[in-house]
């Protein structure tokens, strides 16, 4: 499975971004936990928001109330819109589908670019 996420783009603080994330093909494998991570330049990747498949929700501290992760479980899709977005939100945002027990699996997109100007 490939991961194909897109949305990013430039925007001014206090602006709103909406990311994609899908299967670039079809399958009906209902994939574990799909998640959204990010990494600024000169920084390792961190954590944005992850859900799961049964729906429970975790975010990072710096994304609770800016930003909501959604889910659709047939089409494998997850969305994170990002409102009120501040200059650090810039990097680069990773989504990824995780599955801890067997079979074990870490995929990862290839990445969209967020830049937020101040």
């Known amino acids: 499975v490939q991961l194909q996420a897109s949305g990013g783009g430039w925007v001014q603080a206090g602006g709103s971004l909406r990311l994609s994330c899908a299967p670039a093909e079809r399958t009906t494998v209902t994939l574990a936990t799909m998640g959204w991570y990010r990494q600024a330049a000169g920084k390792q990747r961190e954590l944005v928001a992850t859900?799961?498949?049964?729906?429970?929700?975790n975010y990072a501290d710096f994304a609770e109330g800016r930003f909501t992760i959604s889910r659709h479980n047939a089409k494998n899709a997850i969305w994170l819109q990002m409102d009120n977005l501040k200059p650090e939100d810039t990097g680069v945002y990773y989504c990824?589908?995780?599955?801890?027990?067997?079979?074990?699996?870490?995929?990862w997109g290839q990445g969209t670019l967020v830049t937020v100007s101040s």
């Open positions: 990824n589908a995780r599955r801890t027990m067997t079979p074990v699996y870490s995929i």
């Open positions: 859900v799961t498949s049964g729906g429970t929700i």
